[in-house]
């Protein structure tokens, strides 16, 4: 759902998420949803 608002980077939500690293939040997503937060968010914003 953060990542429906664009004006929050990817880097704040994986923090507001929970997340201490940037890295493991795009690790933990693309094996829950296949495929990077940017890129679901690009899909997602169409």
Same mark, same amino acid.
């Given at each position: 759902?953060?990542? =429906?608002? &664009?004006?929050?980077?990817?880097?704040?939500?994986? +923090? *507001?998420?929970?997340?201490? =690293?940037? &890295?493991?939040?795009?690790?933990?997503?693309?094996? +829950? *949803?296949?495929?990077?937060? =940017?890129?679901?968010?690009?899909?997602?914003?169409?």
């Amino acid at each position: 759902m953060l990542l =429906s608002d &664009s004006e929050l980077s990817v880097t704040e939500i994986a +923090y *507001r998420s929970g997340f201490k =690293s940037i &890295s493991t939040f795009n690790r933990v997503f693309r094996q +829950y *949803r296949g495929c990077a937060p =940017s890129e679901y968010r690009k899909y997602f914003l169409k």
